[in-house]
T-cell receptor
Framework: AQSVAQPEDQVNVAEGNPLTVKCTYS??????LFWYVQYPNRGLQFLLK??????LVKGSYGFEAEFNKSQTSFHLKKPSALVSDSALYFC????????????FGTGTLLAVQP | DTGVSQDPRHKITKRGQNVTFRCDPI?????LYWYRQTLGQGPEFLTY????????KSRLLSDRFSAERPKGSFSTLEIQRTEQGDSAMYLC?????????????FGQGTRLTVV
């Protein structure tokens, strides 16, 4: 079965510093990986995805993620954090078959201090 | 607004009552998903429609839950005889047809509180 793990419940970073939110995956076959962000009492907003190709994926709001097959990781990164980046971040893997449903991690709360 | 629309945004109901939520996907998106998100957890898949056909239901979807998409456009999710454990955020997402590598677009969700 496909799964993703987000080992950190919360990540704290100072504004202007680089940030990393970790995600590891377990899949059979080629992984289709996604990052979404959720602000309080809101739905999920798509940030970026890895389907195939370059291991470094660039997404919305200055975020990027590095796909590492040997470490089965897909960590989310940003060179310089903003207070407005504070939110809940979810890593997800897309399951194959007819539905292509998403399997989400438990989420990581990012807190950026001014 | 051309995004996924969900109504209502919030619903408070007494235990035992029935509730119904509506999702309007992005126009021409024929694939529609319902997910449930409880506090401190990631969203969990409930059910999937391709056009009007319900192709998959999660074991999370007990017989008190029913979803429809009668004309292949909007969808409804009904919960009968609500229980406190049904309190959660219910999220709807849609995807366009045939595009294998597109992401799912999510609505703002309906937050259900059962008291």
């Amino acid at each position: 079965a496909q799964s993703v793990a987000q080992p950190e419940d919360q990540v704290n970073v100072a504004e202007g510093n680089p940030l990393t939110v970790k995600c590891t995956y377990s899949v059979s076959g080629n992984p289709y990986l996604f990052w979404y962000v959720q602000y309080p009492n809101r739905g999920l907003q798509f940030l970026l995805k890895y389907i195939t190709g370059d291991n470094l994926v660039k997404g919305s709001y200055g975020f990027e993620a590095e796909f590492n097959k040997s470490q089965t990781s897909f960590h989310l990164k940003k060179p310089s954090a903003l207070v407005s980046d504070s939110a809940l971040y979810f890593c997800a893997v897309r399951e194959g078959g007819a539905t292509n449903k998403l399997i989400f991690g438990t989420g990581t709360l990012l807190a950026v201090q001014p | 607004d051309t995004g996924v629309s969900q109504d209502p945004r919030h619903k408070i109901t007494k235990r035992g009552q029935n509730v119904t939520f509506r999702c309007d996907p992005i126009s021409e998106h024929n694939r529609l998903y319902w997910y449930r998100q409880t506090l401190g957890q990631g969203p969990e898949f409930l059910t999937y429609f391709q056009n009007e056909a319900q192709l998959e239901k999660s074991r999370l979807l007990s017989d008190r839950f029913s979803a429809e998409r009668p004309k292949g456009s909007f969808s409804t999710l009904e919960i009968q005889r609500t229980e406190q454990g049904d309190s959660a955020m219910y999220l709807c997402a849609s995807r366009p047809p045939r595009e294998m590598n597109t992401e799912a677009f999510f609505g703002q969700g309906t937050r259900l509180t059962v008291v």
